[in-house]
Nanobody, 120 residues
């Protein structure tokens, strides 16, 4: 089992930045892929960014170079630097871990989420 705890969400004005962090615990050695997903009010959960242990990354089209996903050694942390935030980026952001190594796909393990609100 893997437990995931997110932090770093909050309220920011359009054009602002936030840095999300996810700290995994438990059977970290089983993790092959980690990623960030988000769910806006009334919408389905969607991929934001995903990374393999080897450093291969995948971003959703709406990221458009604004976000950067990064991880610490041995999956001790997963970060998401979000710049140029817009109101459409509002939602709950979830950390995800996948033991199967599927880039861009959701694995079995989810955090509880951290809320991001972009509003003037």
């Amino acid at each position: 089992q893997v437990q995931l705890v997110e932090s770093g969400g909050g309220m920011v004005q359009p054009g602002g930045s936030l840095r999300l962090r996810c700290v995994p615990s438990g059977d970290i050695d089983s993790i092959k892929t980690m990623g960030w997903f988000r769910q806006a009010p009334g919408k389905q959960r969607e991929l934001v960014a995903s990374t393999l242990a080897e450093g291969v990354v995948k971003y959703a089209d709406f990221v458009k170079g604004r976000f950067i996903i990064s991880r610490g050694d041995f999956w001790n942390t997963l970060n998401l630097q979000m710049n140029s935030l817009q109101p459409d980026d509002t939602g709950v952001y979830y950390c995800n871990a996948d033991p199967l190594g599927r880039l861009g796909e959701a694995g079995n393990y989810w955090g509880h989420g951290t809320a991001v609100t972009v509003s003037s």
